[in-house]
């Protein structure tokens, strides 16, 4: 952990797998997670399990890095990258097996449950894109249809793969009816003031958490033939503005 005033970034020990802990010196208190990734799957089973024994991040005052090998499964690289207002997530996948994985995909957690000015259990502060220019809190479309009594929720992205091909989806089997028009998501601090998002430019869904709250906008890795590598990108955005600041600059 670094000095007062500088970024502090950490292995978490309360949730281990793959999870760093940070905090920004512009909001000291307000403490965000990433868990990257959470898992990895495809449309058969999962490849990178969730509780896999976690790693040890290398890190240093701008950045964290890890690597995992599962045997005759895949081999998995992450880097972290932190820079002002936003942190660059990336994921490269080695497929070690001797089947072709279709429609893989990346469940990688933005958490900021232990954030007391982002929390927002009740998804009124929470948005994600319905349309261009236009997001909706979450709140307003469990309101016009609830998806379930579960804190878990996917959404599937336009133009993106059906949720029942996924197995992640088919283990949380809680969806909502609503698409959503891009790969992103974001929550307002309940001053108003700060905005946090998450992006992926080829989405595989949006996922939310309204128990230990947390977004997703998880990235399609596609199919991975025996052999091959795929590299993914996830961008999360921590900065002074409002949903209007977010959407343009993710549109930009």
Not at 24 to 31: I, K, Q
Not at 162 to 182: A, F, G, M, P, Y
Request: proline share 7%.
């Amino acid at each position: 952990m670094k000095g007062i005033n500088t970024l502090k970034i950490w292995a978490e020990t309360e949730i281990p797998h793959q999870t760093l802990g940070f905090e920004m010196p512009e909001l000291p208190g307000e403490t965000f997670r990433l868990v990257v990734p959470e898992l990895i799957s495809d449309t058969e089973e999962a490849l990178l399990p969730w509780g896999h024994p976690s790693p040890k991040w290398n890190i240093d005052q701008e950045s964290a890095r890890c690597s995992i090998e599962v045997s005759g499964t895949l081999r998995m690289a992450a880097q972290v990258l932190f820079q002002p207002e936003k942190i660059d997530v990336v994921v490269t996948v080695c497929n070690l097996s001797d089947r072709t994985w279709e429609q893989a995909n990346l469940f990688t957690c933005f958490a900021y449950f232990k954030a007391p000015l982002f929390d927002d259990t009740d998804l009124t502060r929470t948005y994600f894109p319905v349309g261009p220019g236009t997001w909706k809190p979450v709140g307003d479309m469990y309101a016009e249809h609830s998806p379930g009594d579960g804190p878990y929720t996917f959404f599937a992205v336009r133009g993106g793969p059906t949720l029942s091909d996924l197995w992640v989806c088919r283990q949380i089997k809680q969806n909502h009816t609503q698409e959503v028009s891009r790969g992103a998501a974001c929550v307002v601090s309940s001053c108003g003031q700060w905005v946090a998002g998450m992006t992926s430019s080829n989405p595989a869904y949006v996922f939310n958490n309204r128990s230990d709250c947390c977004i997703h906008a998880d990235p399609l890795l596609g199919t991975i033939k025996p052999g091959e590598t795929t590299q993914a990108l996830s961008t999360v955005h921590i900065f002074r503005g409002s949903v209007e600041d977010f959407d343009a600059r993710i549109s930009g």
